[in-house]
């Protein structure tokens, strides 16, 4: 009776020790792998436009004055984005690029004909001097001068364009006495090519060292092309400030010989010559019994200029007030290219009281343009409060219900 006590007792202590011993084990495996580095780390690298420019932690080092930046250069992360994607090396940096055009390689390339046109495209070295040397009515008319590059690559039939840099924009923050520039830009007149470049925080000359590639473009076409660029500083809080525009027609420029550069000072953006903003068709009917209201937006014509090209793409967007509070909203397909647009779309609205007293509708003729905010062309409203044609309108649907009436009307400011 002993010996079967004895060993009982014996394996339940065994037991216990097994199981301690191997509890034990877990913990130490378990702490230890908690405390280990991972073999590697992971970096996500934005592709493209970085659409939040306040974020980049390189933002010192663009358009920073050479004793700034060497201040600044231990405080800079060493992983700094920059979105100059050719220029990678085997462990994913970037080497730092200077934005002095006169110290880049390409210059030792130049041939004496390209030396020679670019001489002659040169800023003066008047243009060069502080803005604080300028009269008040310079620092209005200057400003600044766009450097840039063009290329044809004949073995892919690809039209390559470098943006380098702009020096003495003028600043558009009152405040900070700054700007935070970027580029558009557009390959007239068809405008199927529509590039920016990243937005630089806080710089009067950003270096921006961006190449943008168009392929499947022949180089007997080249010549009948013209590049527009848009400079804009970048407003997070409304609608972006344009500092102004360069348009270079390729026409006589030979890109046979190799990578050509160019300079050339930004000038206002072109304000449309012509006082109207067109015209716009449209038709109304008041169905008393259902209390609605039918809106067929018919025809616009002799819209302005939008931008150098001298073509819109045209819409209408249409919005219901009730009391001065927008209710409702439409809005009709993009014509592309006329100034002259045939719409044909009809929109019913539903009348929340009784009547049209206190009922407004508002037109607007926008811009479609794939590359920033639509640019409104003109305005048009249509109520009792409603001056001319528009009062007129309104007053004649609201006398003669279930009847569609159309008018033209001219459309004001947007």
């Given at each position: 009776?002993?010996?079967?006590?004895?060993?009982?007792?014996?394996?339940?202590?065994g037991?216990?020790?097994?199981?301690?011993?191997?509890?034990?084990?877990?913990?130490?495996?378990?702490?230890?792998?908690?405390n280990?580095?991972?073999?590697?780390?992971?970096?996500?690298?934005?592709?493209?436009?970085?659409?939040y420019?306040?974020?980049?932690?390189?933002?010192?080092?663009?358009?920073a004055?050479?004793?700034?930046?060497?201040?600044?250069?231990s405080?800079?992360?060493?992983?700094?984005?920059?979105?100059?994607?050719?220029?990678?090396?085997?462990n994913g940096?970037?080497?730092?690029?200077?934005?002095?055009?006169?110290?880049?390689?390409?210059?030792?390339?130049?041939?004496?004909?390209?030396?020679?046109?670019?001489?002659?495209?040169?800023?003066?070295?008047?243009s060069?001097?502080?803005i604080?040397?300028?009269?008040?009515?310079?620092?209005?008319?200057k400003?600044g001068?766009?450097?840039?590059?063009?290329?044809?690559?004949?073995?892919?039939?690809?039209?390559?364009?470098?943006?380098k840099?702009?020096?003495?924009?003028?600043?558009?923050?009152?405040?900070?006495m700054?700007?935070?520039?970027y580029?558009?830009?557009?390959?007239?007149?068809?405008?199927?090519?529509?590039?920016?470049?990243?937005?630089?925080?806080?710089t009067?000359?950003?270096?921006f060292?961006?190449?943008?590639?168009?392929?499947?473009?022949?180089?007997?076409?080249?010549?009948?092309?013209?590049?527009?660029?848009?400079?804009?500083?970048?407003?997070?809080?409304?609608?972006?400030?344009?500092?102004?525009?360069?348009?270079?027609?390729?026409?006589?420029?030979?890109?046979?010989?190799?990578?050509?550069?160019?300079?050339?000072?930004?000038?206002?953006?072109?304000?449309?010559?012509?006082?109207g903003?067109?015209?716009?068709?449209?038709?109304?009917?008041?169905?008393?019994?259902?209390?609605?209201?039918?809106?067929?937006?018919?025809?616009?014509?002799?819209?302005?200029?939008?931008?150098?090209?001298?073509?819109?793409?045209?819409?209408?967007?249409?919005?219901?007030?009730?009391?001065?509070?927008?209710?409702?909203?439409?809005?009709?397909?993009?014509?592309?290219?006329?100034?002259?647009?045939?719409?044909?779309?009809?929109?019913?609205?539903d009348?929340?009281c009784?009547?049209l007293?206190?009922?407004?509708?508002?037109?607007?003729?926008?811009?479609?343009?794939?590359?920033?905010?639509?640019?409104?062309?003109?305005?048009?409203?249509?109520?009792?409060?409603?001056?001319?044609?528009?009062?007129?309108?309104?007053?004649?649907?609201?006398?003669?219900?279930?009847?569609?009436?159309?008018?033209?009307?001219?459309?004001?400011?947007?």
């Open positions: 009776d002993e010996i079967p006590t004895v060993v009982g007792i014996f394996s339940a202590f037991l216990v020790f097994s199981v301690s011993l191997f509890a034990w084990i877990c913990c130490q495996r378990k702490s230890s792998k908690s280990k580095t991972p073999p590697y780390k992971f970096v996500h690298v934005l592709k493209g436009v970085d659409i420019p306040e974020n980049l932690n390189s933002k010192k080092k663009f358009g004055d050479d004793k700034s930046e060497a201040k600044n250069k405080a800079m992360p060493k992983n700094s984005l920059h979105l100059d994607l050719e220029k990678k090396d085997l940096n970037f080497p730092k690029t200077t934005p002095k055009i006169q110290s880049s390689p390409d210059l030792e390339n130049l041939s004496p004909k390209h030396f020679t046109e670019r001489k002659k495209d040169s800023v003066s070295p008047d060069l001097k502080s604080t040397s300028l009269s008040s009515e310079d620092k209005q008319d400003l001068t766009l450097f840039f590059s063009l290329e044809y690559n004949f073995e892919k039939k690809a039209f390559v364009v470098n943006i840099e702009a020096r003495g924009l003028p600043a558009m923050d009152e405040q900070s700054t700007s935070d520039p580029i558009k830009m557009t390959i007239l007149p068809e405008k199927k090519h529509k590039v920016k470049t990243r937005v630089l925080r806080k009067l000359d950003p270096a060292d961006e190449t943008f590639t168009f392929y499947g473009i022949p180089y007997s076409q080249i010549q009948d092309l013209t590049l527009h660029f848009m400079i804009l500083s970048f407003d997070r809080f409304s609608r972006d400030d344009v500092i102004g525009e360069v348009l270079i027609p390729l026409a006589g420029i030979e890109l046979s010989e190799g990578r050509l550069l160019m300079d050339r000072e930004i000038i206002k953006r072109n304000v449309r010559k012509s006082s903003r067109g015209e716009l068709l449209i038709s109304l009917c008041y169905q008393s019994t259902t209390n609605t209201l039918t809106v067929v937006v018919l025809k616009a014509r002799h819209l302005p200029k939008s931008d150098v090209s001298g073509l819109s793409d045209p819409y209408v967007k249409v919005n219901l007030y009730h009391a001065k509070k927008r209710i409702s909203k439409k809005k009709t397909h993009v014509k592309k290219c006329t100034p002259n647009a045939v719409f044909n779309e009809l929109f019913v609205f009348i929340p009784e009547g007293d206190d009922i407004s509708i508002e037109f607007l003729v926008l811009d479609s343009d794939r590359g920033s905010r639509n640019e409104v062309i003109g305005r048009l409203t249509l109520g009792s409060s409603a001056e001319g044609t528009g009062g007129e309108h309104w007053k004649e649907i609201c006398e003669y219900p279930r009847r569609q009436i159309a008018k033209w009307h001219m459309l004001c400011d947007g």
